[in-house]
């Protein structure tokens, strides 16, 4: 399975430590507060702490709380004591208040206790002391502080921090750490970080989640084979499937089968009828058809469908197995609209100008029906506004035409606050050889398909015709990027401020997650490219930072939360579909804002506790030290005399790594980075880092790597030869960029990717065979084996494409 983190990798985890006289610093910001989230912009003013009234760990009612405990404490002074230590005191304690809280008390170390007084730099400690150590028993009742309280010195070193750059108050003017706080975090090149959250796993080609606009707040994830399980607000999933048509449903195990259960959408007044409805592929005679039917929720058991109530609406035939369609949605209007595929094959080729663009077919359309009040008469009618209703050659039904097979769609709930694009549908629509585009779906518009493809002409006859007239897509991206768009939803959720307006959506063939944010000055849309959040952007409890690979779907929980579902194995029998949460590490809505009451849900069947599998990768942090005693907090070497041996090898070996990077040891005579080991055939795997250890160039190990070619001879920079199936042999640039450089770097023991440099930059490596072209990597490969690429010793380039990379420990180049 290939297991995705998408992001770009500059640097390699380091570990705060102090061994043999060598310090590593972490260098990833972390905001992180006391309950171990991000920090909030507070509902109301804070009336005590005001340092932190914009920005911050409290709200107006932990306010308060502080200040009565300063009121408290400084009860015990006279005129003159208030006057000299108020500020002190104040100042400790709004410390709770910070964005780096969890910092400033060591709650982020799993290893250590959490403080009672924040951590505090030496030149203003050393002034508190002077001035106010009559506080500390006040300010906290640790025996350990109560002994040293008389001992400046020894108070002052148990005051700091093993990293300098949290102290209080030099914090507040590190520019580093102060900068575009609060903001969605995004790497050099403009890829936004973001994290997840693992929500459900073990389901087959999970292609749709919805929720039932109940009040409940169950979620439904609807599997190709045809099953649909319930899951509810604590992610238990009930044992026995909500709805079960896998036996009328046509699919198969082949990977890529673009047939089988499609969609499913409940009706606007469900908690009322109990009516819902799917659209799925079936086999009647020896024909394929998709079917659009109505199904009842069970009168006895809210989580089961009456299986015995299906009332067909739609059946279309299919000529071809792919281009299904699938999308069922209700928008603002209270009308059912069906999304159609242009019947499958290439280039549309039924009819003069295919199905698309004949309106009198119903495949290539956007569809539009009535299916209220139907219990008696026609299941469906025509809405009065429908645009070609009068038109006697066109289908009634159809609200938009010229679409190729749009894949997830969905209605903007609109800005909370303004309701600005409230009702507008967003559309993926998966492009045929050069272009994936995504649209707003309106009244009577032509999408283009097939005269054209994204902004490009596709049908150059039909392309020149001045009656197209046309919609243009909102975004188009060629396949270098993907080649398979997967629509996604316009964030409106409640738990994540920054991302309000932005539409995240991806890429099913490359992984690729993606957004766009419009313009409102402009109206252009902007894109961004979604990473995974590196080093400890997503050290959150629960949080992820990867992926499978195979995005599928997209998903809107009745709080406006957004999901996503993807697979390892792209098989509708591939039990290996995970749905995630996408998770905001730089900034959470303020505690309470986004509280909900579920309405109870009677169940019936048994209950299956959901068991999370994913972990965070990439993040290799001491976790084995033993707690110490509440109070006692022993130097960091005596820490380390008490490590277990496995962890204290694997640290060594990491250190010797990274001091070989800085130049502490003695290089080989040419640089070289062990790889990985090689993996079985036909097994990929899952994405987990491996330990890495030195290895010297006289036994390189497949997928091992040097740089070589640099005019003057330095080290960190050069032309990439890699080690495979025995020889040593360069790398093209085609598709060469920072993710795979970064792979490079790492493995060379490089804090940080500067360049991935192209066109030969550091020679031609005419003496070797060019082993690896096309190579596109995640960013968190071992090697650059385990890339994506076009098979060791395949390619379609010369010497004069031969690719390098400059690597370094900090984030500029040094010529």
Known sequence: MMYYNMRIIRQAPFILVYLSGVWIAPVYLHPQCLDFKPPFQPQEQLAFCAMYKNFGCCDSAKDQELMAKFYRIMDNFDYYGYASCAGYVQDIICQECSPYAAHLFDA??????????????????????????????????????????QDQHRFCKHMELEDPDYCYPHLLSNDQLTRNLGRVNADPEGCLQLCLEEVANGLRN??????????????????QVGVVWTYLPDRSRLAKPFLNISKTVLTSPWEGDERGFLGLTFHPNFKYNRKLYVYYSVEVGFDERIRISEFRVSATDMNVVDHSSERIILEIDE??????????????????????????????????????????????????????????????????DNPFIRDPEARPEVY????????????????????????RI????????KYEEVDIIEKGKNYGWRAKEGFSCYDKKLCSNSSLDDVLPIYAYPHKMGKSVT?????????????????????FMSGRMMSLQENRRTRQWEYNEICMGMGLTCAFPGLINNYYQYIISFGEDEAGELYFMSTGVPSATSASGVV???????????????????????????????????????VELPTKLPKEPAGQRPTAPARTQTTTTDWLQELMDLLREQEAALGRTTPATSRAGGGARTRRPGRQRKGRRRKVKHRSEASPRNGGVRLVGDEEGRNDRGRVEIYANGEWGTVCDDLWNTKNAAVVCRQLGYRYALKAAKHAEFGEGTRLNILLDDVQCAGTEQTLLDCKHAGVGKHNCAHYEDAGVICGNTEYVEY
């Open 400 to 423: 938009a035409y010229g679409v190729r097979n749009m894949w997830r769609c969905s209605v903007d709930r609109g800005d909370p606050h303004t309701r600005e694009g409230k009702g």
């Open 108 to 149: 982020e170390d799993p290893s250590t206790p959490v403080r009672s007084i924040p951590g505090l730099c030496v030149d203003y400690c050393s002034q508190y002391w002077l001035k106010c150590r009559s506080t500390i028993t006040l300010l906290s009742d640790d025996k350990h502080l109560a002994e040293i309280e």
């Open 426 to 433: 967003f559309c993926g629509d998966v492009g045929q050889n």
């Open 206 to 223: 999970p292609l749709a989640m919805v929720h039932a606009n109940d009040g409940t707040h169950r979620f439904f994830v609807a599997e």
């Open 580 to 618: 995630y949460k996408l998770v905001d590490p730089s900034r959470r809505a303020p505690p309470g804002k986004c509280h909900y009451d579920p309405l109870p849900v009677k169940v019936k069947s048994k209950l299956i506790k959901f068991n999370p599998k994913e972990k965070l990768t990439g």
């Open 319 to 384: 000529p071809a197995s792919n281009h299904n369609g699938g999308q069922l949605l209700f928008a603002d209007d209270g009308y059912l609209y069906i999304f159609t595929g242009d019947g499958g094959m290439a280039g549309d080729p039924f009819g003069k100008y295919g199905n698309s663009q004949n309106k009198s077919a119903l495949l290539g359309k956007v569809l539009r029906v009535d299916v209220d009040n139907n219990d008696r008469g026609p299941v469906y009618r025509i809405p009065p």
């Open 487 to 507: 629509g996604g939803y316009i964030y409106r959720g409640c738990e994540y401020p920054n991302l309000n307006g932005m539409y995240i959506f991806g890429d």
